[in-house]
């Protein structure tokens, strides 16, 4: 039996070396000495390749995208264990995600090299460490391949375009899930429960000396001793480790056509973003925000050291990782109030010793208008403020569950492809529940990513005894791992609720109406029998002038407090029970 065992690994390893080297594993960003990036097609070819040369590389199919073809995803761990929940229990994963702008291709290049040389050996992955990775995430995007549309890039020599296959900006939609891409990345992402998510992109801001810079989730937001673990140990150990491989990186200069020196302030990203998607369970995320401006060779090659460097680091805390993230999730679940909103703690700042170029505004030869220009001749290095304390702004209590009616399709589907626990009510029967009634919205007038999103959504609510039928809802606890994107999408005044990406707008419009003259008789009946009403009604047009002078706004108010104003109109139609 040895000697069968023995022979067989032999085999086995004759088989792999002639795979491998029938295979050229050089990128063709090597190739091309990094000027160029490689095609959809290279990409896929290269971790197929790369998968029946090395054992510890997995290469598999994982969901549809808008253009037709299928999601990859790849796996590295040189253990022989592929299922995830076993693997969570040594390992802490990495998930990369390349190419949701597939212009910004840095990452693309930068993990294919990176896992060959894991894979062959020549840089060791730490025992608990597994990788795994989204070769290219917008494949529509990357077969649309193109040399103009990155009009402030400095290379590559063509690369793909942002929006997908559908037009879609992928990194807007991981709430709204508009796109087969989008449901597809849940349904990896929950399988995978990545402790780590490393999101690679190129920016486009201001000028200055960095190559690298990274945008780490909101550490207020990301909340409690995770967050602070994020702010206080991660992001200094990344920074300390690429500047002794003499990397410099610095925050993401969120800034638009101003200096950097004038202080700038943390980008904070709502879940419609990757990094702020992946928070809801509690994964420590980072965009990796190369400059647009410098080479593109050096933009890869900092992106790679960026990858290998966070590696190490979730080596060396894999244990206070794995601890940090199962008590977030127990302190979300015990939490009376939820922050639904943040803003900006300007009683509390960072300051940065930045490297810059100096700049000033000169009168445009095109426009004849006042113009950013940036010297190169004059780099700097000054103290700037950064602003990266955020505080509540608005918070909400958490109830016990949510009842969401399965006609609301679009919504069920969504949480169930997020892996949210919905369970059939086991009887129909009267429930105390909180009703909510939206009182004030605000819409943006331009289209956005397919919608016009509402904002500054405020609501009223009422305590009420309803008739729910068993089979007209599912029951939504929040006592579950999923507890931050069930308040995060069912609470209307959350920045990305289904409710502000207009999933509940037909609730908007009303359905009923009156005509005036039939109207004008009854409201009068309405009035003689109401007084309380009527009172109201008089001390409205004493103190409100517009009211008094526009009749059918009276008629209407009275309407809206009269039997037959139809009760959907403006109530939201998921209800909370109460703890």
């Known amino acids: 039996m040895k000697k069968y065992l023995l022979v067989l690994l032999v085999l086995t390893a004759c088989k792999i070396e002639k795979e491998s080297a029938n295979y050229d594993f050089t990128t063709r960003f090597e190739k091309s000495n990094g000027t160029e990036t490689a095609t959809y097609q290279e990409v896929i070819a290269f971790y197929e390749a790369l998968a029946e040369a090395y054992p510890s590389v997995k290469f598999r199919n994982s969901g549809r995208t808008d253009s037709g073809e299928l999601l990859k995803l790849v796996t590295l761990n040189p253990s022989p264990e592929t299922n995830y929940n076993k693997i969570r229990e040594q390992k802490r994963i990495i998930l990369i995600n390349n190419g949701i702008h597939p212009g910004e291709s840095d990452g693309i290049d930068a993990t294919m090299m990176l896992f060959r040389d894991i894979a062959q050996g020549k840089i060791d992955l730490p025992k608990h460490v597994m990788l795994a990775t989204i070769p290219v995430y917008n494949v529509g995007g990357a077969l649309n391949r193109n ?27 991981f709430i709204k899930a508009d796109t087969r891409n989008a449901s597809s990345f849940a349904r990896i992402f929950q399988a995978l429960q990545p402790d780590i998510l490393i999101d690679n992109h190129v920016s486009n801001g201001a000028d200055y000396q960095y190559t690298l810079t990274h945008l780490f989730t909101q550490h207020d937001k990301l909340g409690g001793a995770l967050g602070e ?5 991660m992001m200094p150990s990344l920074e300390k480790d690429l500047q002794a491989k003499e990397w410099d990186i610095t925050p993401y200069v969120n800034v ?6 004038q202080g700038f302030s943390q980008f904070l990203d709502s879940p419609r973003y990757s990094t702020g998607y992946t928070t809801l369970w509690n994964t420590l995320g980072v965009m990796v925000e190369t400059h647009m401006l410098k080479p593109y060779k050096q933009r890869v090659e900092g992106t790679y050291e960026l990858m290998n460097s966070m590696i190490q680091l979730v080596e060396r805390d894999h244990e206070q990782i794995k601890t940090l993230r199962e008590e977030a999730y127990e302190t979300f679940r015990n939490a009376e109030t939820y922050t639904l909103q943040w803003e900006i703690d300007s009683s509390r700042t960072s300051t940065l010793n930045f490297k810059g170029f100096e700049g000033e505004m000169v009168v445009s030869n095109v426009t004849g208008k006042p113009r950013l220009k940036y010297d190169r001749n004059r780099p700097f290095t000054k103290d700037v403020t950064y602003f990266n304390f955020f505080k509540p702004k608005k918070d909400v209590t958490i109830p016990k569950a949510y009842l969401v009616p399965k ?28 009703v ?4 004030n ?14 904002y500054n959504t405020s609501v009223s609510v009422s ?15 929040t006592d579950q791992k999923g507890i931050r994107y069930v308040l995060e999408t069912l609470e209307p005044g959350a920045p990305d609720s289904f409710f502000n990406w207009n999933f509940f707008d037909t609730i908007l419009q009303q359905k009923e109406g009156f005509s005036p003259y039939v109207w004008e008789d009854e409201a009068e009946e309405l009035l003689s029998k109401n007084t309380v009403l009527k009172t109201e009604f008089e001390a409205k047009k004493l103190t409100e002038p517009d009211f008094a002078n526009n009749w059918y706004a009276q008629l209407d108010w009275l309407f809206k407090r009269s039997e037959h104003y139809e009760k959907a109109h403006l109530r939201y139609p998921v209800y909370r029970i109460p703890k």
Do not use: C, M
């Open 147 to 173: 040399s103009g549309t990155r009009t402030n890039q400095n290379g590559p020599e063509a690369y793909g375009f942002r929006g997908n296959a559908k037009n879609y900006d992928l990194n807007r939609d």
């Open 436 to 439: 909510y009634r939206i009182e």
């Open 407 to 434: 006609v609301w399709r679009k919504v069920v589907n969504r949480l169930e492809f997020n892996a949210i626990e919905l369970e059939e009510l086991k009887d129909s029967d009267s429930l105390d529940v909180e």
């Open 463 to 477: 305590a009420e005894s309803v008739y729910i039928d068993e089979d007209d809802y599912y029951l939504v606890k």
């Open 229 to 233: 673990y994020l702010q206080d140990e």
């Open 441 to 454: 919205y605000e819409t943006f007038n331009r289209p956005y990513e397919g919608h016009y999103p509402h």
């Open 256 to 261: 638009f056509n101003k200096t950097p020196e």
